[in-house]
């Protein structure tokens, strides 16, 4: 994993990003700190960074003064008294000196206040070695251990084990601090992720009400735009601006049926597409006053009446894919304006299809007949497509599917009330896929209006004969419609967690390594179906849920909760880097 700010040192032990900036410029901007009652010299590294930080020093009765931290070129050995320190002059290339005069006035509250900045300081500059150097400088001054380092047991099975690990161990930074950046650059994606990730969505409010279900909402790529769309006849195009949802347009949605079932983002975010109980695939423009409706025809063979379940952009712009209740994927051509390849696919209903990733080669598909195959386009046959792959180990049929995005790992949801993670270098062998197949044939029960059995609510734990998948999440209800599930964004969050809609009003996140729910957000006012879920793509905390009632929720994080929260209790101001 790419850890930003970390990689490519030059000569001078400085980053080689300084000169990607623009023209060469030096990294001289300044950061601003608050803090109380720093009194002390700290020799802290900050691996190659360069710039200049001012810290805000509020004393006890308001009295405020300003200090200024410099780039030292040389270290401060830890080592030596104080006395030492300051006749001897130190050479490195990577700390700080923090030199401020000491205050004989300074009161008990004061000396709390240095080593709960020396804490956070500590955890959000630097690594481990930084962190046991600021431990020696608090020994030194014979203050108490306050910084600890918290380890998360971890399983290491797979390789995503091992992925995940690493990210997590960035995990405990202290209080959760939001949207920083050093002032030099802005702050390595390691730096972004590790504290943003922690930030789980708590707080809800509604943004939108409609008089019918709605079955779908999604943030477009960049998160400036949400869609939502359902039994109503009529698509609204919301701006996000500020987490203010204000509608700035209105499509009148074409053959609605039943109801819009699925609505996708081109990657430029210029164009939206949409699919109902109707043979073509809607495409609709995302801006300006004049609307632009095309339907785009699949042409499928079967004379009964005939729905896309999901619809999704290619990476590139150029194609769309379709999974359908006739078993088949179709994908269609924007430049030749005409579908191009049809796969038969599954022996029921094709309910879920995707990309494995941008490059628009392999594909995952998921049906009512309970396995989900992986697609190569590469050696792909039309008059007899047979997959690369096999996945089995569903006792019912799969709702929806979810790429990670690296054509290694995906998440199915399913009916059997469980969702699965995937790895494409172990796929299932006959005897799998024959037991998977025939548990599905087995089922009984119609998800669209009755209760789940009780045997599927007792089964659910139990694994099939060969099946190969890496976890299984179970604790979220999978019935009334086609549920869906995501990863949760890869910019804030490293991809960290799982989160699905839930038939009890209920949105559920996992974590990816324990399989252990972390967040279970229930409104108070919501009592029906959540069918689809949003996680915003860059805005850490933030998650729309739509629902059967006819509303849209958005959960937000609130920086007073857990660190931050206490935090302030122990009379720390809060950080803001910027």
Not at 338 to 346: K, P, S
Not at 558 to 563: G, V
Request: glycine share 8%; proline share 3%.
């Amino acid at each position: 994993m790419d850890m930003g700010n970390r990689a490519n040192r030059g000569d001078n032990g400085t980053t080689d990003e300084r000169t990607d900036r623009g023209g060469g410029e030096e990294a001289n901007e300044d950061m601003v700190v608050e803090s109380r009652g720093l009194g002390r010299r700290v020799g802290i590294p900050l691996h190659g960074r360069v710039g200049t930080v001012h810290v805000l020093l509020t004393r006890h009765g308001g009295q405020s003064q300003t200090m200024t931290i410099h780039h030292d070129p040389s270290p401060l050995n830890i080592d030596e008294s104080p006395e030492e320190e300051e006749e001897e002059e130190v050479e490195a290339d990577d700390e700080l000196e923090i030199d401020e005069e000491d205050d004989d006035d300074d009161n008990e509250a004061d000396e709390i206040d240095n080593i709960l900045t020396l804490q956070l300081v500590a955890r959000l500059l630097g690594g481990s070695l930084m962190r046991r150097r600021v431990k020696n400088e608090l020994n030194m001054c014979d203050q108490p251990e306050i910084i600890t380092d918290p380890v998360e047991p971890l399983n290491p099975k797979t390789d995503l084990y091992q992925e995940l690990k690493s990210f997590d161990s960035r995990m405990h930074i202290g209080p959760n601090i939001r949207n920083f950046s050093y002032g030099f650059d802005s702050a390595s994606y390691i730096d972004k992720t590790s504290t943003s990730s922690r930030f789980l969505p708590r707080h809800c409010c509604l943004v939108g009400s409609y008089e019918a279900r709605v079955f779908c909402g999604n943030y477009s790529k960049s998160g400036d735009v949400f869609i939502s769309a359902g039994q109503s006849d009529k698509i609204d195009l919301y701006d996000t601006a500020g987490n203010k949802f204000k509608c700035y347009k209105s499509v009148g949605a074409r053959d609605v049926g039943w109801s819009v079932l699925s609505t996708d983002f081109s990657p430029d975010q210029n164009w939206f597409i949409y699919s109902t109980w109707s043979p073509s695939i809607h495409l609709c423009n995302v801006y300006g006053e004049e609307e632009r409706h095309y339907s785009l025809d699949l042409r499928p063979e079967a004379e009964e009446p005939f729905c896309a379940f999901i619809s999704k952009f290619s990476g590139d712009n150029r194609e769309i894919l379709a999974s359908a209740n006739d078993g088949k994927l179709y994908l269609y051509d924007r430049e030749k304006q005409d579908r191009i390849l049809v796969i038969d696919a599954h022996q029921d209903d094709a309910s879920a299809v995707t990309f494995a990733d941008e490059g628009g080669i392999l594909i995952y598909s998921g049906g009512d007949d309970g396995v989900c195959k992986v697609w190569d386009r590469r050696c792909l046959q039309e008059r007899s497509p047979r997959p690369v792959g096999v996945f089995s180990g569903h006792k019912d049929g799969i709702t929806y599917i979810d790429s990670k995005g690296d054509q290694r790992y995906l998440i199915t949801n399913c009916k059997d009330q469980t969702i699965k993670l995937w790895d494409t270098r172990c796929f299932s062998n006959c005897e799998g896929i024959h037991e998977s197949l025939k548990s599905t044939s087995q089922q009984g029960w119609d998800y669209r209006w009755q209760e789940v059995p009780r045997n599927v609510q007792k089964n659910k734990h139990t694994k099939l004969a060969g099946d190969v998948s890496v976890m299984t999440y179970t604790g979220h209800s999978v019935k009334n419609t086609l549920i869906r599930c995501h990863f949760s964004p890869y910019s804030t969050t490293g991809q960290k967690y799982i989160y699905t809609g839930c038939a009890k009003g209920q949105v559920v996140v996992y974590d990816v390594i324990t399989a252990q729910m972390v967040a279970v957000l229930n409104s108070p006012d919501c009592f029906s179906c959540i069918r689809d879920v949003s996680w915003h793509p860059s805005q850490a905390g933030t998650l729309v849920a739509s629902t059967w009632e006819g509303t849209i929720q958005m959960w937000t994080y609130d920086e007073r909760d857990d660190y931050v929260k206490e935090f302030l209790h122990q009379k720390a101001n809060y950080f803001n880097f910027w």
